[in-house]
């Protein structure tokens, strides 16, 4: 396995060159470069394996399908498939084995922030595989992530223009100090673009918990939205909702069920794949 962000060669796990010293080979001569390059453009692109968190929500699980397939459809060469890192099967593990067996992989984690789910647990599944495979960086931070949230807070009756507002971005939280950079990045970014302040509330692990950023906001400002920055409906979204009390309006999650999933989303998921397939040299 190769990570984003790490030399291929230098990966003890990888399975290209495993044990090798590369310094000390010699460069392929003409023959070999040719050789390897006819594998590479007879060799099927490396699948798109789309890893979400999972949930037992009904509402959540059909609105996650529906980014699945509309990655698929905006990329039918790529072999996209779905899968789950907790609550829901196929695990990580049985997605990457359902991968035609001439192929590498991409994981894409569906995930907003780059957490424990991201380091470890993606990291150890597919460390665990024996498919050349990377995995990328997670969709958050993007100023395309914006683009929903302001779609989203526009849909619920938000009017940046009316004075006296301030918006709460409502995330899950994590322990990983990385995760929550991320959201309060997120955050910084949106209150720049809209011109209005934006605080970050958690709904677990970090601090200011949702409840207490949403009360203090009340007491700052006469109009508080909550912005939810979640993938999809399931517990964290309820929660979201009972710990909103005193806010005008909670926006609905980045997707919808029955909706179709937003283009920005979907051209995020296809660059994540892009961009770490790059950095791994797959082809």
């Keep these: 396995m190769t990570l984003l962000g790490e030399r291929r060669g230098t990966d003890p796990h990888s399975t290209f060159g495993r044990g090798a010293d590369r310094s000390n080979v010699d460069a392929p001569n003409d023959d070999q470069s040719e050789r390897r390059s006819a594998e590479s453009s007879t060799s099927p692109p490396a699948a798109l394996v789309a890893i979400s968190h999972g949930t037992n929500s009904a509402d959540g699980q059909t609105a996650i399908a529906a980014l699945v397939a509309a990655v698929a459809s ?32 991409v994981v894409v984690p569906l995930l907003l922030s780059a957490g424990y789910h991201v380091h470890v647990d993606l990291q150890r599944e597919t460390r665990a595989h024996t ?5 990328s960086r997670a969709l958050g931070p993007d100023d395309r992530l914006l683009d929903v949230l302001e779609h989203r807070l526009r849909a619920a009756g938000f009017d940046k223009r009316a004075p006296g507002q301030e918006i709460v971005l409502a995330a899950a939280g994590s322990s990983d100090e990385r995760a929550v950079l991320d959201c309060r990045t997120v955050g910084a970014r949106l209150e720049q673009r809209l011109g209005i302040r934006v605080t970050v509330g958690f709904l677990s692990a970090a601090t200011p918990r949702l409840s207490c950023a949403v009360t203090r906001a009340r007491l700052r400002s006469q109009h508080v939205a909550v912005s939810t920055y979640l993938m999809a409906p399931g517990f964290f979204f309820d929660l979201t909702r009972a710990q909103s009390v005193g806010a005008e309006l909670v926006t609905a999650p980045l997707l919808v069920p029955g909706e179709a999933a937003p283009a920005p989303l979907v051209e995020l998921v296809v660059d994540r794949y892009l961009e770490a397939k790059e950095h791994a040299g797959l082809f």
Excluded at 86 to 103: C, H, I, K, N, Y
Excluded at 131 to 135: A, D, G
């Design 74 to 105: 905006a990329r039918p060469d790529l072999g996209v498939t779905g899968g789950f890192v907790d609550v829901q099967q196929p695990d990580v593990a049985a997605s990457l084995g359902a991968v035609r067996p001439d192929s590498a992989a």
């Design 131 to 135: 498919r050349e495979t990377t995995v």
